[in-house]
């Protein structure tokens, strides 16, 4: 394992005590980054990400703005 700034939504673990500490996910981001922003924010308090290269996760990626793209280009600008 090797430490990182902090992982991808679609690939992270998180300690459910961690979780209430920081509240949860900032609902405004709706999608894209709001994984930056709780990663950023675990760092703050003191908490480390690991990346575990043995690790796999299968992720389908686009089930949130799949039927309508330009959606994506509205949160990925906003975020």
């Known amino acids: 394992p090797t430490e990182?700034?902090?992982p991808s939504g679609g690939a992270a673990l998180y300690r459910?005590?961690?979780?209430?500490?920081?509240?949860?996910?900032?609902?405004?981001?709706?999608c894209y980054f709001e994984d930056v922003d709780l990663a950023l924010r675990a760092r703050a308090l003191g908490a480390r990400a690991m990346l575990v290269p043995a690790a796999r996760v299968l992720h389908e990626g686009g089930a949130t703005t799949r039927r309508r793209p330009y959606r994506?280009?509205?949160?990925?600008?906003?975020?």
């Open 4 to 6: 990182i700034l902090g």
């Open 16 to 30: 459910l005590d961690l979780l209430a500490r920081l509240g949860g996910f900032e609902e405004s981001y709706g």
């Open 72 to 79: 994506r280009l509205v949160y990925l600008e906003r975020n």
